[in-house]
């Protein structure tokens, strides 16, 4: 599919989300959110990729409205994840926080100067400002960042958090000790 920008950039492309507004007009013409609040009904937040092999829900055999999902490359706790939880945790019904990151994670497969290079090499534009977050070792990872949600002081200190691995070869979930 050919995508064109349109000539205002003002104005919504609706031509290159014509398959995105088609599949929301099906969405919603069975919609039902009335038993839908923006509290998490399970009492989980969970931190996983954007990558697009991941459903959320299915994987933790949910449904919506059970639970807060935060997404980002690689799964890490950013400064954003950070400040999200805080309103999650006091706003939003959030008591235990699950982070989990994914094998197959392109974060994953290289050091950073090698995902700068490879965005260099592809586009010609030069991202070492901007921090990827690499995950070298994703176990290490993965402790660093449970570490640092349950020391985080502007987080409950009840607050549950857990990490594990989530397999994509086999689906499974892969609890890790951190």
């Not at 014509?18 to 009492?43: C, F, H, M, Q």
């Not at 299915?58 to 059970?66: I, N, R, T, Y």
């Not at 807060?68 to 950013?78: C, E, H, P, S």
Request: with cysteine.
């Amino acid at each position: 599919m050919a995508l064109t920008r349109t000539a205002d950039p003002r104005k919504f492309p609706t031509a290159t989300f014509a398959d995105v507004l088609g599949g929301n007009a099906d969405y919603a013409a069975s919609y039902a959110s009335a038993e839908l609040t923006g509290w998490a009904r399970k009492g989980l937040a969970v931190i996983t990729c954007m990558d697009s092999r991941i459903d959320p829900l299915a994987v933790l055999g949910l449904e919506p409205g059970d639970v807060k999902i935060l997404r980002n490359a690689g799964a890490r706790v950013t400064d954003d994840v950070l400040r999200t939880l805080i309103l999650a945790t006091y706003l939003l019904g959030v008591d235990r926080v699950l982070v989990m990151p994914h094998t197959q994670c392109k974060m994953a497969s290289g050091e950073e100067d090698d995902i700068h290079q490879a965005i260099w090499d592809e586009a010609g534009i030069d991202t070492r400002s901007v921090e990827i977050r690499t995950v070298v070792d994703q176990a290490g990872a993965l402790l660093t960042d449970v570490t640092r949600i349950r020391s985080y002081p502007l987080l409950p200190k009840d607050l549950v958090v857990g990490g594990a691995i989530l397999n994509l070869t086999t689906g499974r979930l892969e609890p890790q000790d951190v």
